[in-house]
């Protein structure tokens, strides 16, 4: 089962306007970073947030981390055209690389001009 | 720096063809993986190394074989492909693996259609 799930599936709202994204996962984690794919293109990490972080900032991304919910939200204020894409959260429970490093299935956001 | 580069973009094999997709990284990265992304699943590790001469499973490995002679490249094999191959693979690369917060490379994908 996945580590990482992310909420809503789809957002679509219109520029300038705040999106807001939010992910859930299961077990403890030493991180959690936010990636973002835009269509037919790789992965970009966005942002990451430690354990012991709660709220992290950068330009017009607010990621905060609630762990005793083992949830987390990425605020994108301001939304513009270019923010459409989708964008993934990846939880990080540390030791063995290959086992501990799961993504959740996407947040697909629109922006409408 | 050409970061994590993959060839080819496209791909349309038949069932039971073989094939390597190709990735190559330039920033000295120890780690590397292959994952597999599907509509609705987000990424699922394929297979990873952890340095030359050093790959193992990840969530979905059947049906594909890797291997890392070097630090810069980590083909990925596809033995005999079946429809359930069709899907869109990543090759993502990192300085020291999980845990200490090291963020992942992306390459642009490959996108592999079975038929």
């Known amino acids: 089962s996945q580590q990482g799930e992310e909420d809503p599936q789809a957002l679509s709202i219109q520029e300038g306007e705040n999106a807001t994204m939010n992910c859930s996962y299961k077990?403890?984690?030493?991180?959690l970073q936010w990636y973002r794919q835009n269509s037919g293109r790789g992965l970009v990490h966005l942002i990451l947030i430690r354990s012991n972080e709660r709220e992290k900032h950068s330009g017009r991304l607010r990621v905060t981390l609630d762990t005793s919910k083992k949830s987390s939200s990425l605020l994108i204020t301001a939304s513009r055209a270019a923010d459409t894409a989708s964008y993934f959260c990846a939880t990080d429970r540390g030791g063995d690389y290959g086992q501990n490093f799961v993504f959740g299935p996407g947040t697909r956001l629109s922006v409408l001009p | 720096n050409a970061g994590v580069t993959q060839t080819p973009k496209f791909q349309v094999l038949k069932t039971g063809q073989s094939m390597t997709l190709q990735c190559a990284q330039d920033m000295n990265h120890e780690y590397m993986s292959w994952y597999r992304q599907d509509p609705g699943m987000g990424l699922r590790l394929i297979h990873y190394s952890v340095g030359a001469g050093i790959t193992d499973q990840g969530e979905v490995p059947n049906g594909y074989n890797v291997s890392r002679s070097t630090t810069e490249d980590f083909p990925l094999r596809l033995l005999s492909a079946a429809p359930s191959q069709t899907s869109v693979y990543f090759c993502?690369?990192?300085?020291?693996?999980?845990?200490?917060?090291?963020?992942?490379?992306f390459g642009p994908g490959t996108r592999l259609l079975v038929l």
């Open positions: 993502a690369s990192s300085y020291s693996g999980g845990g200490a917060g090291e963020t992942q490379y």
């Open positions: 077990t403890s984690i030493n991180n």
